[in-house]
């Protein structure tokens, strides 16, 4: 257990549904990213946060999907309209740069799974 | 895209042996992370490398960067059961953002 906790931690819906996934960092991490994984690959980067605000967005973040950080802390990460592409793992991490470098800490993950 | 490659794709070997596996990238970084997977799981931190360094070692792994062929491995040496699973190198550019690539599955045998 790294400390950064997702809930929840499968979910299955229809295709058309939204869904939103929530992700708890290590509490004294002020970054915090949002990472997609499909079956045999490695992570991809969606976009990241220091505090609260989310300073980078990758071009796979398409405009239905959102994601917020308010006051810093947990944050969430929004797919509207899902479709059978968005089924993966969604992984969070934080990290805390300084002392330890850029080491990020993944959550467990969340496994989307569009019918 | 993906910035790394690493090889073999897989790998199975016998418990006590060592796993050497590969990770190619393509533009120059600031450092080398490894993650391990296990099955359906979150990412591990194993291990960075910074791109001034040239080996390291932590435990039973050992990481080498080869900053003038773009290339690094991780070795883990006694492989026990419980290494089984997928590893993933892991690029930095810029102090942020983590550029995986496609991971090597291992398993050991007992």
Redesign the interface.
């Known amino acids: 257990d790294?400390g950064?906790s997702q809930n929840p931690r499968h979910k299955i819906t229809k295709r058309g549904q939204n869904v939103t996934f929530r992700c708890d960092p290590i509490s004294e991490h002020n970054?915090l990213?949002w990472?997609r994984q499909t079956l045999?690959?490695?992570?991809?980067?969606l976009t990241?946060f220091q505090n609260e605000a989310q300073l980078?967005k990758s071009r796979l973040l398409s405009d239905r999907f959102s994601a917020e950080r308010p006051k810093g802390s947990f944050s969430t990460l929004e797919i509207q309209r899902t479709e059978q592409g968005d089924s993966a793992?969604y992984?969070c991490?934080s990290?805390l740069?300084g002392k330890q470098?850029?080491?990020?800490?993944?959550?467990?993950?969340t496994?989307l799974t569009v019918t | 895209s993906q910035q790394g490659e690493e090889d073999p794709q897989a790998l199975s070997i016998q418990e006590g042996e060592n796993a050497t596996m590969n990770c190619s990238y393509k533009t120059s970084i600031n450092n080398l992370q490894w993650y391990r997977q296990n099955s359906g799981r979150g990412l591990v931190h194993l291990i960075l490398i910074r791109s001034n360094e040239r080996e390291k070692h932590s435990g039973r792994l050992r990481v080498t960067l080869d900053t003038s062929k773009k290339s690094s491995s991780l070795l883990i040496t006694a492989s026990r059961a419980a290494d089984t699973a997928s590893y993933f190198c892991a690029t930095v550019r810029n102090d942020y953002k983590l550029s995986f690539g496609a991971g090597t599955t291992v398993t050991v045998r007992a």
């Open positions: 790294t950064v970054r990213y990472y045999g690959q490695g992570p991809e980067f990241y980078e793992m992984l991490a990290s740069p470098g850029y080491e990020q800490y993944f959550g467990p993950g496994r």
